[in-house]
């Protein structure tokens, strides 16, 4: 029952930390919180139903789908919504407010257009569940867990590695200088909205499968944003254990307590940190020295 | 080289730059010389094409000059920002490659960072460090190490010995001797007057946003006004 309940509050804990690194990486840079990313969630996991359901193409295909299709949707999403803000130098609130509107918009959309339908995955893990230590374990929750964490640690080479994830992590300390280094701006700024749809839509994707398809999935990334505070915005490695942590808790306190209430410890979780820790796990405490 | 002329440039609602017109020619060192708000360093904003001028004309290699600041940069303006400006989230090394962020030349890029940790010891040793936790000096350096990984053509330096301590300012300006013997052109922005006027071909009082005196570093520092008003020196009795 324990390795179970564990394994389930860390894949649960897993697809928060595949949400919460859109939000931070967003964060990252243009220093607003992205509320429309649960919108591009939701429709990575419409993409993804739709294509194994009405083009009965395989899984694997499916998710290759949504996390494309949502990538580039969150790239429209900057180029239409926020680019003008950005280049007139808005206050990063002004920014927040078009994410708000962008995610009302686009839930309304799917409303008229799709219904409010609830659709439901077929049935892509087998339902025998493996024997481990005479626990259950769901080949879903494990696959969801793998598919994290090696999503995430494949970012976070890109990140540390590469000369383009290099100027990602400039930027996110200073633009201006990033631009006299000859960073174009604009399409960097593309690059981080690409990589963090693209892992909305990974996160759509088993969203959508282990719960279901519908308007207002994009909500459950209030938890994922809540993950990302615990760990500090912006940070990487704090959006993957702030993930881990809330997935945990949740779980442990559905099983061991009671579920209804569970809702109540992750958000008094996040009061608790904002008190005694506004910075999260690992946020940034960097200053230069002057 | 660099032709500025009658340049006009507004920070918000102050006329920060006006009229302005100086001209850097390849392979010198120019100083601008002004107090704190003389707009010394909007002036090196707007070169780095981060501000825009409202009017006048700034000509770059017999082109109009970039006015997006990665373009700037690939032409090979590269400013040194006032107070350093390194990224404090990333290893001096880090930062020493963001510097040579639109080159190719890989071969030479290992080869100029050596040549970078040989002019400056320092760094190498702090190589893996976190830039924010350097000291005043050594950011300087690494300020001036990062701009010279870009190969810059002309090297914008705003206020380099600003905070130094004198052993430091001295490094400082020794450094910025020996990379314009390597033919880089160099336009200085600074405070320290004597120490600038001192190593510059030509020179430009600016006050108040105006060019208000300009001539050769020698001739300014016989100049009765600059030595009164810059250099500590009386003329007139009390």
Known sequence: ?290 | MLKVKDLNVFYGRIHALKDVSIEVDEGEIVTIVGANGAGKSTLMWTLAGVLKGKSGSIIYRDKPHPTVAHEAAAGGIVLVPERRRLYANLTVRENLMMGAFLRKDIEAIKKDLEYIYSLFPILKERTTQYAGTLSGGEQQMAAIARGLMSRPKILLLDEPSLGLSPIYTAEVFNTILEINAQNTTILLAEQNAKKALEIADRAYVLETGRVVLSGSGKDLLQDPAVQEAYLGVRHKAI
């Open chain 1, 1 to 290: 029952m324990f390795l179970q309940t564990l394994v389930t509050g860390l894949s649960i804990g897993g697809i928060y930390a595949l949400m919460a690194v859109g939000y931070s990486l967003v964060f990252s840079i243009l220093n607003f919180s992205n509320f429309a990313h649960g919108t591009i969630i939701m429709l990575g996991a419409y993409i993804g139903y739709f294509i194994i359901s009405s083009f009965n193409l395989s899984f694997p295909l499916s998710l290759i789908g949504a996390v494309l299709g949502a990538a580039l949707l969150a790239l429209l999403n900057v180029e239409l919504a926020y680019s003008p803000l950005i280049n007139r130098r808005s206050p990063s609130l002004y920014l927040m407010i078009t994410a708000m509107g962008v995610s009302i918009f686009l839930e309304n959309m799917v409303y008229v257009t799709l219904g409010s339908h609830f659709y439901a995955f077929p049935e892509i893990f087998k339902q025998s569940n493996l024997k481990f230590f005479g626990s259950d374990i769901s080949p879903l929750d494990l696959s969801a867990l793998v598919f994290s964490l090696v999503s995430i640690y494949a970012l976070h080479l890109f990140l540390i590695k590469t000369k383009l994830g290099t100027a990602i992590r400039a930027a996110s300390y200073d633009m201006t200088t990033a631009s006299l280094n000859g960073v174009n701006m604009t399409r960097l700024i593309g690059i981080v909205f690409l990589l963090a749809g693209a892992f909305g839509g990974l996160a759509g994707v088993f969203l959508g499968i282990k719960y279901m398809v519908y308007p207002t999935m994009g909500w459950i990334t209030n938890k994922a944003y809540i993950a990302a505070v615990i760990g500090g915005l912006g940070s990487l490695p704090g959006a993957v254990i702030g993930g881990l942590i809330l997935g945990l808790l949740e779980t442990f306190v559905s099983v061991y307590i009671s579920s209804t209430i569970r809702d109540v410890f992750s958000f008094s979780m996040v009061i608790i940190f904002l008190v005694i820790l506004p910075a999260g796990l690992m946020g940034r405490h960097l200053e230069e020295k002057v």
